[in-house]
Every structure is written in structure tokens, then in C-alpha cells.
């Protein structure tokens, strides 16, 4: 499933809950915010802090990967093949932190 809104995201948090057989209250207390807050995901709130948000999915067992979506480019670009990256790959990619020695004395 592609997922390109916020009111997407909010489909697959509110589907998968229901799939667990979970009310919005006992995910929010699961996860320590308020009912109200995940009404709001739910229902596509566009300013949600994405860490709680991939910490919903987590909980609820939603993997999220991330590719190329098949409509991006111009025509004149040979299709790609299309190749799936775990978020996991792309958060160490960026979060990692180069060193720099210190000068000697």
C-alpha cells in the first residue's frame, strides 16, 4: 500500500488497530498519550510528531518500508526497478555521525 498523506497514515493506524481488536483508548494507554491524539491520527492530523507516529506502527505490528514510487520521474527516464529499503537502513544512514580526530599537539 502506498501511503503519501497524512490521512493515509491515519487509515493504516486506525485499520491495523481495529485488526488487534484495540479501542483508541486502550492504544493510547498502551502508549502512554491521550484517546484524543489518536482520534486525530486517525484522522490525518497533518502535524504529528512522526516519532510517535513510527512508534504506533511499531506497536501495532506495521512495518513500514520505503521505495521509489512508481509515478515519480519524467518520461524520458528508463523505468526503474524498484527496490525496498528499510527505514531502519535509512535512519543509520543519517544519523550516523563522522569523527574528527583531534590535531595532535
Do not use: C, Y
Not at 17 to 31: C, S
Not at 36 to 56: C, F, H, P, Y
Not at 60 to 79: C, D, I
Not at 84 to 97: P, Q
Amino acid at each position: 500500500m502506498w501511503a503519501q498523506s497524512a490521512a493515509e497514515i491515519g487509515r493504516i493506524v486506525a485499520t491495523a488497530r481495529r485488526h488487534r481488536r484495540l479501542t483508541q483508548i486502550q492504544l493510547a494507554r498502551a502508549l502512554g498519550v491521550t484517546q484524543n491524539w489518536i482520534s486525530e491520527i486517525e484522522r490525518g492530523k497533518d502535524t504529528a510528531q512522526i516519532g510517535k507516529i513510527l512508534r504506533v506502527l511499531s506497536f501495532l505490528g506495521v512495518r513500514l518500508e520505503v521505495g521509489e514510487a512508481p509515478w515519480v520521474g519524467t518520461a524520458k527516464r528508463a523505468p526503474a526497478k524498484l527496490t525496498k529499503t528499510s527505514l531502519g537502513d535509512i535512519l543509520t544512514a543519517h544519523s550516523t555521525s563522522v569523527r574528527r580526530k583531534k590535531p595532535s599537539r
